[in-house]
């Protein structure tokens, strides 16, 4: 992969673009691949101490010099952002902020809309900024459920988490839908920023699915965030959960990194929800690819729950990675055998 696969990149290699939350499972991977396609990173940590590990890290991977790290811990703050945006040409944002534990939409809205915005307005006051990616979720545009079939487009909205979320029902059963309503509504109001904000970069959302694939070091970074449901399987663990988990779409963590490079410096990427939806999924398929990678592991089983029907808009995500060079979305069976390199 390579950056001369665009004639004239928005942003010009070896710039600084900022990412933040450096450490999780699809930012490392987003700072892995703009290093690899040839740009500088900032990334931001919460901690310090707890993430000292990743420029050595990434200096022996991609060179030395060209990964520096910085502790942003209240994305609140007046001022927060104000050294981690200085020098940047883009902007990765994706440090979650949304919590699942959270149960009142709004409280979590109001918190998490200030966090991102307070990092907005910082990138508009710098004038060397050409480009923002904001992370949302695949949640924001739809509730998976492999006994519907339907059409997703590029602006599809998750309205019927945000009627869950806002009716009647226990706090647990509204749980996953307030998240899902959370994830939502912050993106609309973010759009709603861009549109009345009219900030002189171009702004473009990735919506990715669950994630699964390489974890660049387990060692420090465990196997987090969707990765960690493979190692579930692996182990036995939180079954219940995983038998109700609806079959959706997977991306792999490298297509997801490569994808926020995509939308950074391609031209013409501007005021689009590119959606990171690889193939199709379940986590009873996920479980006879481990058997057929590991057959002498006794894997517990996972109730099938059939295949999902939704038609996705990911073809331009698709098209924009091709773009850098890569030859299409990587195959779930690829995905789960390097996530499970791992840890088996």
Aim: hydrophobic share 40%; charged share 20%; glycine share 8%.
């Amino acid at each position: 992969m390579a950056v001369s696969a665009l004639s004239n990149p928005t942003i010009p290699p070896g710039s600084l673009i900022l990412v933040t939350g450096a450490n999780g499972l699809i930012a490392s991977h987003v700072v892995d691949q703009l290093l690899a396609t040839g740009y500088q990173v900032r990334g931001t940590v919460r901690d310090l101490a707890r993430c000292s590990w990743m420029e050595p890290f990434f200096s022996n991977r991609h060179g030395e010099g060209r990964f520096e790290l910085l502790e942003v811990s209240n994305f609140s703050a007046p001022g927060a952002w104000d050294a981690a945006v200085k020098g940047v040409l883009g902007v990765a944002a994706v440090a979650g902020v949304a919590s699942l534990a959270s149960r009142d939409v709004d409280e979590a809205l109001e918190d998490s809309f200030t966090c991102t915005v307070t990092l907005l307005e910082a990138a508009k006051a710098q004038p060397t900024i050409k480009s923002f990616v904001y992370t949302s979720s695949a949640w924001a545009a739809f509730t998976p459920d492999a006994s519907k079939k339907r059409k997703l487009t590029e602006w599809s909205w998750n309205e019927e988490a945000v009627r869950l979320a806002r009716g009647e029902g226990s706090p647990q059963e509204k749980a996953i839908p307030s998240f899902m309503a959370t994830r939502t509504l912050l993106e609309q109001r973010i759009w709603d920023w861009v549109k009345r904000e009219r900030p002189y970069f171009a702004f473009n959302s990735v919506l990715p699915d669950t994630v699964i694939g390489e974890v660049l070091n387990p060692q420090e970074q465990g196997i987090p965030s969707t990765c960690g449901m493979v190692k579930w399987l692996w182990d036995g663990t939180n079954m219940d959960l995983l038998s109700h988990m609806q079959p959706q779409y997977h991306v792999d963590t490298r297509d997801t990194g490569l994808l926020y490079v995509a939308a950074l410096i391609t031209p013409g990427v501007n005021g689009e929800r590119l959606f990171g939806f690889g193939h199709r999924y379940s986590w009873h398929r996920v479980e006879q690819i481990l058997s057929q990678l590991y057959p002498d592991k006794k894997l517990p089983g996972v109730k099938d729950n059939g295949w999902d029907q939704t038609e996705v808009p990911n073809g331009r995500a698709e098209e924009l990675i091709r773009g850098l060079g890569k030859d299409g979305w990587t195959s779930l069976e690829d995905s789960v055998r390097d996530c499970a390199k791992g840890f088996a």
